[in-house]
């Protein structure tokens, strides 16, 4: 990557956002070797034990090379969200450490702080997935008060969709929660915050060389083991590309069509990082590349 680590403390946390594919890992890997930090994933879809190909985890040999936490030790069926990370990170904010991943969300709850919201309903998540995969999210955004919609990543069905379930739930806008939110686990003024922001066009020509490389080192046969399992409204199933190759495993497309359609979701996913992060990540140090 070239850039001059020397310019980072060795002691203070530091944290590492950017976009899918944009070399997070390696430069996390760099400064834990350097430091003797252990490395915290902020990625919501590698916590998830069924993906470690798709979701482009750390290998079996980077793990064992260097401490590694909160990665692929959450089963495919088992409810997680940014409350359940920001109680699993709180006792490595004692250690050295470099967290790293793409998930804003979870950078976001960690330095500003989460809204206390109680926890959705059974009945209430089932009623958002039936409206969901009947009506589109259009029809969950259309329920949401004004100052919700405004706020939330609307292309973003999980988004719109937890906003639905916390009104319906609670009589009150997600909004208004987040208005009322607490102290954050680790302000901005106690770390060093790095938010990688790349060229678009090498950015997509490694996702698509990435996808590539992730279907011959075996995503197909991981998405085949998965396949028993499958249901498309779990948290789990929103890795990208896990739809498409389900797709193609069940005869609704051929192979090259599930790879091209998997690149161009990798692109979108990246596309809506890139936007989360300039809009909610001002204060970062940003790292151009390449």
Request: proline content about 8%.
């Amino acid at each position: 990557m070239g850039f001059d680590l020397s310019v980072l403390s060795r002691e203070a946390p530091i944290l590492i956002a950017g976009p899918t594919a944009s070399g997070k890992s390696a430069l996390a890997m760099d400064l834990a070797a350097r430091d003797g930090r252990v490395i915290v994933n902020a990625d919501a879809l590698q916590v998830y034990d069924c993906w470690r190909i798709l979701t482009a985890r750390p290998s079996a040999q980077d793990e064992s090379a260097l401490p590694h936490a909160l990665y692929g030790h959450i089963l495919r069926d088992a409810p997680y969200s940014v409350g359940h990370w920001l109680r699993e990170v709180t006792p490595y904010l004692s250690r050295p450490v470099v967290i790293v991943g793409g998930t804003g969300l979870y950078f976001s709850a960690l330095t500003e702080g989460l809204a206390d919201i109680p926890p959705t309903p059974a009945a209430i998540r089932a009623e958002a997935d039936q409206r969901l995969s009947q009506h589109g999210p259009a029809d969950l955004l259309a329920d949401l008060d004004p100052a919700t919609a405004a706020r939330i990543d609307t292309r973003n069905p999980a988004r719109i969709q937890r906003a639905w379930e916390v009104q319906r739930s609670t009589g009150r806008g997600l909004a208004a929660w987040q208005d009322q939110t607490g102290a954050p686990l680790l302000p901005l003024s106690r770390a060093q915050a790095l938010v990688l922001r790349p060229d678009v066009d090498w950015l997509n020509s490694r996702i698509d060389l990435r996808f590539d490389q992730m279907i011959a080192a075996g995503a197909l046969a991981e998405a085949r083991a998965e396949l028993p399992h499958w249901q498309p409204n779990r948290p789990s199933a929103r890795a990208i590309g896990a739809p498409e190759l389900i797709a193609h495993l069940r005869g609704e497309m051929p192979l090259p069509d599930a790879i091209a359609a998997a690149k161009i979701a990798s692109r979108q996913y990246a596309k809506r990082q890139r936007t989360w992060f300039r809009s909610r990540m001002a204060g970062w140090r940003s790292l151009p590349l390449p």
